[in-house]
């Protein structure tokens, strides 16, 4: 009896023993997942995955990105004329990178950008829709704005840095007004449309075309360049652009972008390092800016989706969140040159909030 009594004792002294240990540990995780909580990085949106082809090296980009925001940025002057220089002399933006009655003549074939098998032969009536004067042309700004619509310039306070510049090129008909001019402004001189735009959002341009012509009045007067010759099917698509703007008088200017300059500007950034993927809007834009502009300065220009300052989600644009595709463009490349000249003082690229004077 006694050793029944005894056996029982031991038995439940096991028990207590063992719900002890497991509440003990329990009660362990709990205080140490809530100073986890008080102690981590600030996180007001729920963090998603680095998009793939970066997993790997998010930590590093991560640590790249604030090692050179932690350093005063300063302009090298010799590095950015240097640059600008080469770009000029084997690019030739300022005669060629627009199409123009003067450098495509009627009977001259266009070869596509990106179908170099394919060509289109200039009829009068393509010539018609070419601009009669170069953008470029013997012009030099001071200050230019190259914005991409990426989100980390929700919340940014950059509008009135932007709208600062002498000159301000935008990517991809970026919406505008609607509450968003404080964090990216208003001014536009250039407004870049992909013809996949017109496809996806207005229909090819084929039915009703009012709402096309209505959403490009916030940029004013400003000139709507149109990569027309990247694809064959682009053409017709970017000359009913041409063809609604003057039927319903439009104040925006389309121009169309010339194929053998980005056939230059890619051999000139591939002997550079950027070998993979067509070269971006983004990478287009900045390339001319930096031929025509002593100061360069980038905003909205970050394609990954967690903020390399307060690790929030950061969304794929500004004014929404459409999944970004990287099946065409190279853009941890393309930003890795972004934060490489910006680090040689060639361009100044802005992921932080602007502050007041510090353009």
Known sequence: MKGQISKSCISLM???????????TALWIIVDNSNMETHGPPSPKKIPRWPSPLCKGCRELLRKVRGSYSKTWKKQEDNSKKLSSQLRSQCH????????????????????????????QVTPEI??????????????????AVVGNSGILSSSSCGEMIDSAQFVIRCNLPSLGKGYEK??????????ANPSIIWKNYGDLEGH??????????????????????FARDVPRSLRAVYTAEDFESPIRPVFLNPDYIRKLTLFWR??????????????MVSLALE?????????????????????????????????????????????????LHSQGVLRLHLGKCQPGSN
């Open 292 to 340: 025509h502009c002593a100061n360069v300065h980038l905003y909205g220009f970050w394609p990954f989706s967690i903020h390399p300052f307060e690790f929030n989600a950061v969304n794929n644009h500004y004014f929404d969140n459409v999944e970004a595709s990287w099946i065409l463009h190279a853009m941890p490349d393309e930003f890795n040159l972004w934060l490489q």
């Open 183 to 192: 964090d990216v402004g208003i001014k536009t001189d250039i407004v870049t």
């Open 127 to 144: 010539f018609s829709t070419f601009s009669k004067e170069n953008l470029f042309q013997n012009k030099k700004w001071d200050t230019c």
């Open 209 to 230: 075309r009012r709402s096309f012509v209505e959403s490009l009045r916030i940029y004013g007067k400003s000139n709507l360049l149109l990569p027309a010759f990247t």
């Open 271 to 284: 002997s550079r390092g950027q070998r993979k993927g067509a070269l971006s809007t983004g990478l287009k």
């Open 93 to 120: 933006g300022f005669d060629r990178a627009i199409i123009t009655q003067a450098n495509t003549p009627v009977g001259s074939k266009i070869l596509f950008s990106l179908e170099r098998r394919k060509t289109l």
């Open 14 to 24: 096991i028990t207590v023993l063992c719900f002890g240990s497991l509440l003990i």
